[in-house]
């Protein structure tokens, strides 16, 4: 069973940043993909960046340029650098990890931008 610990969310005003971190118990850790997601109410979870083995970076639209994916794999710890919030950012965020059969989520973690 794969654990999934998302921290570093919280309230934030307009234009601000945050650092989100999660950390995954899984094997073969840098072989892995790794992405972050977010969830508002009553809409389906958004993929919002994504990174390689080798370091490739992906992003949705909405978030290119404000939003930076790191990982260390020492740590097991993937990274989502926020900057620049908008209050569209809202969300639960959740980190995961690729993988073969039914994808387990952590708890998430809340980012709230409000002025």
């Known amino acids: 069973q794969v654990q999934l610990v998302e921290s570093g969310g919280g309230l934030v005003q307009p234009g601000g940043s945050l650092r989100l971190s999660c950390v995954a118990s899984?094997?073969?850790?840098?072989?892995?993909?790794l992405y972050w997601y977010r969830q508002v109410p009553e809409k389906q979870r958004e993929l919002v960046a994504a990174?390689?083995?080798?370091?490739?970076?992906n992003y949705a639209d909405s978030v290119k340029g404000r939003f930076t994916i790191s990982r260390d794999n020492a740590k097991f710890t993937v990274y989502l650098q926020m900057n620049s919030l908008k209050p569209e950012d809202t969300a639960v965020y959740y980190c995961?990890?690729?993988?073969?059969?039914?994808?387990?989520w952590g708890q998430g973690t809340q980012v709230t931008v409000s002025s």
């Open positions: 995961n990890v690729a993988r073969v059969g039914v994808w387990s």
């Open positions: 899984i094997s073969m850790f840098s072989t892995r993909t």
């Open positions: 990174i390689t083995s080798d370091g490739t970076t």
